[in-house]
């Protein structure tokens, strides 16, 4: 229902009484965001909601909603208007009740606390267990196939998260059997203290006893992503105090999110047999359908964020101190960005869906759900045929959609032939290598030079003078920024002195998650830090007659390079496309590449798409 008139409203719930001023032209929804039946079905809602505006009222709530995609992505990149630091919780009971943990936060205490939590689930990191959770997939596949129905849910989405992943925790086995509950518990304080929440607030006091006690370093298992957590304490990387609220960051994301849309993925291909019969014949869109198994299944439903100052969302002025929320699963169905958007299509270009969250708040093991997920359909795509999924139980939780229970079963299926546009595909990709664990390295920092605004170099010389390993153009190298915190960097000086020095050039982040903002901050002459061996995953092909070279943002300095080392071999027979973002300008103006001396070089502020291209005639070169 639409009011044009602006209106006070006394917010009632969860202990709370509040007044909300809703400013003169906002569209008001009246349901009720967090009943059972508007969890139960809650598409409609959200159609309906982003037909009235990109923002509305919600006054049962108290609460402003944003509905759509540009307007929610938006608002998650401005942390420093869309506050999380006073909760993220649809009241304020749960606000204060969860205040202080990474996602209750804001940098600079963020970047601290997501920088201790996410160096063990980031992809490098993952490689390490990918054998085992592809392994284990295979294995689930095969008992699942002997059965003639079993629960999707109980035995097929919660198995690899309540397998291996619990036990990467490392909690005592008391711990890893309540982990779900806990999680779930987490989750129903996120949204408002109804009966749920009221409950989940009696599961999380119970699951935080349980820390003060089992959660000391001699009961959890050794080397796991809890016990580490501790490692960084004894350092002094983080405080003591830091620990307990740094636990709950592996018990509710790893579980609950992953799980719900895993559920998802195959209900959507039980629903949509046609789309699985493409991914048999062309196993590379497996991350696409998991991608679309996200964005249509949104496990986070909402949070909330408040407003640090006045503020305009689509034509309506919002005052400081409102509280937001953030409509994660409407705005992945928002037909202005997703065309047909309530239909699965593996196919889809890109992942710009926000089922993980966008900006700072990302969620931090969106890595590892991608690797569970995508590991359960290439143990698949060879042994499935179709599955034939019931009625799906929606399960009753205040902020995580997803079911509860979803009869299910397997129809076992032989190798189908790939198509010739998959082969041609696999043909112009190679396979990507495995990345081994890196073999660490002591370096000192020869110098430290500032070459432009927010941009330091930093050269590195063996701490030893024993030499370092030669690199090619384009090579880049991990960093240790501390312990458990590994960043990449390119290689940005000529590879002829690549056994005297590594050069590479740091832009500080404004959103930085500790990497960039602590090498600015920390890093001087003469210091000894730690690097990989250089590897390379831009290599050219010198045999090829014509060379499109590609530079995105910081890609621009490895890129030079290249020119530089490859303009005598290909001499007219390659081009230079830059797409350099807002600020990165500056990073590319203090390295000088001969080669971009008369060059016809395009910078472009767009994105830049394939059909886009057209052929320059005076150079062979390809152009916006």
Known sequence: MLRNHEQDHLAEFGGEARKVVAPSRVPHYEAEFYADEFIADPFPHYAAMRALGPVVFLP???????????????????????????????DQAGCDFLRGNTLNSDP????????????????????????????????????????????????????????????????????????????????????????????GLE??????????????PEKLKPGSWTARLHELADRGQISREMVPLLFREYIGPSL???????????????????????IRRDPSLIPGAVNEAVRLGSPIRSFSRTLTRDFEIGGAALQAGARVMVLF???????????????????????LHVGFGHGIHQCVGMHLARLEMESLLKAMVDRVAAFVVGEPQVAMNNTIYGFAAMPMRLVAGGPVRVREQALARAALTPPRPALAPPTWRDVRIADRRVQ??????????????????????????????????????????????????????????ATSRGG???????????????????RNSFQLDQAS???????????????????????????????????????????GNWYHSPALDGLSVTRTWSRLRPASLRQDGRKGCLQR
């Open 60 to 90: 049962a709530l108290g609460n402003f909603a944003v509905t759509r995609y540009q307007e929610v992505r938006d608002a998650l990149r401005d942390f420093e208007v869309f506050s999380s630091a006073q909760g993220v919780a649809a």
């Open 108 to 199: 600079p205490v963020h970047s601290v606390m997501r920088a201790a939590v996410v160096a063990p689930l980031l992809p490098g990191a993952l490689d390490a267990i990918r054998d085992r959770i592809e392994e284990e997939a295979r294995n689930l596949v095969e008992r699942l196939l002997q059965k003639n129905e079993f629960d999707g849910m109980a035995d097929l989405a919660r198995h690899l998260p309540l397998s291996i992943v619990t036990e990467l925790v490392g909690l005592a086995e008391g711990g890893r059997e309540n982990m779900l509950q806990w999680a779930a518990g987490s989750f129903d304080i996120l949204g408002i203290q109804n009966e749920r929440g009221r409950r």
């Open 203 to 216: 599961t999380i006091k119970e699951m935080r006893r349980y820390i003060t006690s089992e959660g000391i």
């Open 256 to 278: 609950d999110t992953t799980i719900s849309a895993t559920g998802q993925l195959f209900y959507q291909l039980g629903r949509n047999p046609a789309q699985w019969d493409l």
């Open 329 to 351: 699963a409407s705005a992945n169905r928002d037909e202005r960005r997703f065309p047909d958007p309530d239909r699965f299509n593996p196919t889809r270009s890109g992942a």
């Open 452 to 509: 432009a605004d927010g941009v330091v170099s930093f050269d590195l010389v063996a701490a030893d003078d024993a030499g370092l390993p030669p690199f090619e153009a384009g090579a880049h190298i991990d960093v240790e920024v501390s312990p458990g915190l590994v960043r990449q960097y390119s290689v940005c000086n000529a590879p002829s002195e690549s056994s005297r020095r590594y050069r590479i050039a740091v832009l500080r982040g």
């Open 516 to 534: 960039s903002q602590a090498i600015h901050d920390a890093w001087r002459a003469h210091q000894i830090v730690r690097i990989s061996a250089p």
């Open 545 to 587: 007659r014509r060379t499109v070279l590609v530079a995105g943002g910081i890609g621009v300095i490895p890129i030079a390079i290249s020119l530089d080392l490859t303009l005598p071999v290909f001499a007219a027979q390659f081009g230079l496309h830059i797409t350099p973002r807002a600020g990165v300008s500056s990073y």
